[in-house]
């Protein structure tokens, strides 16, 4: 939120007069972007502490239907997509998961077209007797599960489509901006023995500060991580990340659906070699664990099937295999994705807390609980800032105004084009960024007028 200027035992020495003008700027922008974005930090922090728990709250209420007896015996995964396909005969069929383990029930995807974007229809069948035991609307690629899905939509836009996105993105865009500008204020100031832990015997508003930088500093990786995986998923500069991905071919790979020309099988002609085959043959080239098998869309296309796990980084392999003859067609291994897109894959996962399981839901826990700390921390030293005698009574004051004038420009100018350059790739960003501006010039503008009108009146 903002670095408080007291002096003290533990305060730094003078800095150089050229660090001593960046500092100030950087401290005015902490000091906005923590008062006026905080809010939306909050509530991305509060539905994102939901959302860490929702897996477990999903297995708890639709445990009957994920969820069946384990058996000694199961039948062919074809006759479980049969029972799925006469419990929604006018829905398209998407994809299958077949059972993982005896306790897991087969979900046999469907399309949903009634309902909104990226919504399916799933029908979860019991792998050992083909009982339909639920119907389900699922979300995402990942199959959330509507309570799930409700708060990861919460999390997402508030329920708002397309407006209430923004809040995320804009909450997204200057975290990673709040968090590294905190850490570099409190490195500047502090001694190292305070820069770890909160100073122990401080007071008042010293203390609060104490404990706002020191938490800053031990999540502020974690916030920046955050912030950059939150920023794949954004309406605006998510698109701009994709171009970006995408000319550099930097893109995630996809396995080839497509028979090599002489051998394309006629799916209308009815021969096929079943699901049971196709999985078979999959697990027999090494795709372990959760798997989704896509049905071929047409002529000339085959068998599609894919790792679906999250818990593993490299479980991602993908085989594609002719209806026909069952063999297999192309093979795409996670091992020869590009760096990037590895990078992509483990952060997205990371950001959702399915990495490595319950240990990835703990670190999300202390980063939400400590970014809400923080902010809590921040608006508590802006209130102690606040005038409490004669008639300017009110909110706190911001750092002082004008210091960007105490910057060279050698150091201003490759400043200036960086912004320009961050803002361009991070829109929100730079219409927020240009909005503080703004309203601070219309701020000084207001206090030098009101400056002249008490001169005035002296004279």
């Known amino acids: ?43 991305a922090a509060l539905s994102g502490l939901l959302y860490v728990f929702t897996p477990q709250l999903d297995d708890l209420v ?45 979900q046999v995807i469907f399309e949903a077209p009634d309902l909104p974007a990226s919504y399916r229809r799933t029908v979860f069948v019991d792998p050992h007797s083909a009982e339909v035991t639920g119907v389900l609307e699922t979300y995402g690629s990942g199959q959330a599960l509507p309570i799930r899905a ?68 031990w999540i502020a990786a974690g916030l920046v991580f955050l912030s950059a995986t939150g920023l794949t998923w954004s309406q605006y500069a998510g698109g701009n990340i994709g171009d970006l991905r995408s000319a550099l071919s930097w893109e995630t790979p996809e396995v080839s659906a497509t028979v090599p020309p002489g051998t394309e099988p006629d799916v209308e002609s009815g021969v096929d070699v079943g699901v049971d085959r196709v999985v078979s ?45 069952g063999r297999v067609i192309d093979t795409l291994r996670f091992e020869d994705y590009p760096l990037v897109a590895k990078l992509a894959r483990w952060g997205i996962d990371a950001h959702m807390g399915l990495l490595f399981g319950w240990v990835n839901q703990v670190v999300l826990v202390l980063l939400g609980g400590g970014l809400l700390g923080v902010v809590g921390w921040g608006y508590r030293m802006w209130w ?44 929100l960003l730079g219409i927020s960024l240009a909005a503080f501006l703004l309203w601070d010039c219309l701020l000084g503008f207001r206090a030098r007028r009101a400056e002249r009108g008490r001169k005035e009146v002296a004279s």
Do not use: C, K
């Not at 200027?5 to 401290?27: I, N, Q, Y």
């Not at 894919?306 to 209806?323: E, F, T």
């Not at 800032?385 to 105004?401: I, Q």
């Open 150 to 217: 409700w708060v990861d939509n919460l999390h997402r836009g508030l329920h708002l489509g397309d407006a209430g996105r923004i809040y995320s993105e804009l909450a997204a865009s200057w975290l990673w901006v709040v968090a590294a500008g905190g850490v570099v204020l409190w490195f500047s100031r502090r001694r190292a023995r305070t820069l770890l832990r909160p100073e122990p015997g401080a007071t008042g508003r010293r203390r609060v500060l104490s404990w706002h930088g020191a938490t800053g500093v």
């Open 281 to 325: 043959t999959a697990r027999e080239h090494g795709l372990s664990g959760d798997i989704e098998l896509t049905p071929p869309g047409g002529s000339g296309e085959a068998y599609v099937v894919q790792q679906v796990g999250r818990q593993w980084p490299s479980q991602q392999d993908s085989v594609a295999i002719d209806p026909v003859d």
């Open 1 to 43: 939120m903002t670095v408080d200027e007291d002096a003290g035992p533990d305060r730094a020495a003078a800095p150089p007069p050229v660090w001593s003008g960046v500092r100030s700027l950087l401290l005015r922008l902490h000091f906005y972007a923590g008062v006026l974005i905080a809010p939306f930090l909050v509530v």
């Open 62 to 106: 639709y445990d009957d239907i994920v969820h069946v007896a384990d058996r000694a015996e199961s039948v062919p995964l074809a006759r479980q997509v049969s029972a799925g396909l006469a419990a929604r005969p006018d829905d398209p069929l998407m994809a299958v998961r077949p059972a993982t383990t005896g306790t897991d029930a087969t």
């Open 384 to 427: 102690l800032r606040r005038p409490t005698r004669g008639e300017r009574r009110g909110f706190g004051r911001p750092p002082v105004r004008g210091t960007w004038r105490r910057v060279p420009g050698a150091v201003l100018a490759p400043a200036v084009v960086l912004s320009v350059f961050v803002a361009y790739v991070v829109p």
